[in-house]
């Protein structure tokens, strides 16, 4: 699996999608902090970007490659290798390199203008944290949705689908149910509501630890006020590696049972 890991993350990094997303976060980065020296609102600003931009990439790159791959992998099957090292050699790989091409192109411009105080390196990294951990999310939700269906089409429609929901869709869902029922206590349903979304997750994780109340809303305010800072983004990060481990059992058990 190792080896296949190994070529598929080499093969991705030498992609010019790979070296044009590392340069869209460099640039990005080095336009922050050049308009504003302030780290901690130039941090602000990326995770916006961050918690808009990674989930699409990672869905779609990750459905085109799987799909793209089929011919390789088909050879790949003819060889004593187990089904189960193929595909997750071929999604690590995936997930490796937007991982490092995100962390990279991020990095850079935040270490060139200085990251000396350990809070900000603090809230750097638990961002970074963040950015890695929806990679490895949303490329397992779009390598399971291909692998469940053979059309192509078929497969990056649900993709999209699925990432329209999570970011844009649920949202809207969640408002429309604390707007009708602000009658009633809602925390807990707002605290269940929340871990049920990634995006909301990564999003609550970050602004815990910068402690901004205008950007929390209404469920990060739930998280501050009933666990605590600290709490709160143990259990949004532990809630979002659950979103990798379940679609990656499922994953799993599907490609033991396809017949490619």
Known sequence: MFKIIRYSFLDILKSKLMLI???????IGFGLLNFSSDLHKAIISMMNILLLLVPLISTVFGVMYFYNSREFVELLMCQPIERKDVFLGLYFGVSLSLSISLFVGTLIPFMFYGLSVSGQIFQFFNLMLIGVLLT?????????????????????????????????????????????????????????????????????????????AALMGYTGAVFNAFLGSMNGILLSIGSMALWFFVPLFFYVKKINKRDF
Not at 21 to 27: D, E, G, I, R, V
Not at 173 to 191: G, H, K, R
């Open 21 to 27: 997303y590392t340069a869209f976060f460099l640039l």
């Open 136 to 212: 490895f999310i949303f490329s397992i939700l779009s390598f399971l949705i291909s692998v469940y269906n053979k059309d192509k089409i078929k497969g990056f429609g649900y993709a999209i689908l699925l990432l329209l929901y999570l970011s844009v869709i649920y949202d809207g869902m969640m408002l429309m149910v604390f707007v009708s029922f602000s009658d009633y206590p809602l925390e807990n349903v707002a605290l269940a509501l929340s871990i049920l979304n990634p995006i909301d997750l990564g999003r609550i994780a970050i602004v815990l630890k910068l402690d901004v």
